[in-house]
């Protein structure tokens, strides 16, 4: 059995990867589609993807894959070669992160999970086989002219606050599973109506048109691709954007600018911003809004708490998160529920 797994350090694989004289690409995909035994999918995939000097993270599940990869640009069409040889990846559409140096992996993890998106529904009868009808950026902007259209956006709440579409509904709640049997709940009134889904990359919104359609749901849409192919769809056929605002995205810039909009507001003074932050206290590290100026009064924290906390010298400070609870910033527990902590989900 070959080594289906890293036996060097962290360190060195990192130090490899900056010594690395090819340019990576970073790739993400999905595919909703039957796998009945992951296990064994998994270390297929594992030795095909190793031997290309594929890095990354991948979640297979027995309802399909989530990648996020980079691969040496050499490799980038023996790696499409054989992603699409693997039936249902046939055609699989492959993002290509742009503004992206591809030193984001250094190893490959494929993990085996329950699902690609957790979801909560119990429901055996509940298939990923049968979903909306996708739309593009195109089809997006001209359903959005009509009355009869509701549009659903599938993301948590500190993405939908700096940048969603216009007129989108929001459903309340910080976790997909939650969302889920409220978008059900919440659309009895429209059941009528064309009710299209959206998320970031699409993975999301996907899997929520199904559930609206096992729900007895009948014109449910969701954008293809998600907000990432929308906006640049929109940009090269010089189609309107309809988003506005920023789209929030999981990497070190914590959001892509769609629209010049600043549709949200610093967390702590009120003023127009839409700058996603984690707050400077490594005991604390929420993510929230703040604005220029308050980044200079609060050294970039979230409240004079962790301020205060944050300009201890370093002894101190660990001194003070020994007392702490995982997960748990005592100064800022006042804030929590509102507020979320940085999670690196898509
Ligand atoms: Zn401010
Ligand atoms: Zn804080």
Known sequence: MAVLHNRVSQAELKQRLYEEKEKRSTISFYQYFPISD??????????????????????????????????????????????YSIEPLNGVRLN??????????????????????????????FSMEKKGKYVNAEQMNRLLT?????????????????GHFVKAIEIPSDTFREQ?????????????????????GGIRCEKASA?????????????????????????????ESQFIGKNFVFDDRLGERVTE??????????????????CKNDGCHLLFIQCAECAKTYDGCCTLACQSV????PEAQKEIRKGIEEGICIPCLVWRDARVRHRSSS
């Open 261 to 278: 909009d600043i549709i949200a507001k610093c967390h702590q003074c009120g003023k127009p911003a839409d700058t996603h932050t984690n």
């Open 310 to 313: 944050y300009n201890l010298p």
């Open 146 to 162: 009509d009355n009869n259209t509701v549009v659903i956006d599938m993301r948590n709440h500190y993405e939908y606050e700096v």
């Open 38 to 83: 992951p296990k064994q999918f998994r270390d297929d995939l594992y030795k095909a993807l190793n031997a290309l000097k594929v890095f990354g993270r991948i979640y297979v599940a027995q309802e399909g894959i989530n990648a996020q990869i980079s691969v040496p640009e050499t490799n980038f069409e023996a790696l499409q070669q054989y992603l």
């Open 211 to 239: 559930y609206m359609l096992h729900n007895g749901f009948n014109n449910v849409f969701h954008l293809e691709g998600g907000i990432i192919n929308y906006a640049s769809q929109a940009k090269q056929a010089g189609l």
């Open 180 to 200: 889920l049997p409220m978008a059900v709940e919440m659309m009895q009134p429209h059941k009528d109506k064309n009710i299209i889904m959206y998320c970031t």
């Open 96 to 125: 290509i992160a742009v503004d992206d140096d591809g030193k984001s992996f250094w190893v490959l993890k494929i993990k085996v999970r329950e699902k690609i998106v957790a979801d909560g529904i119990n429901d055996p009868s």
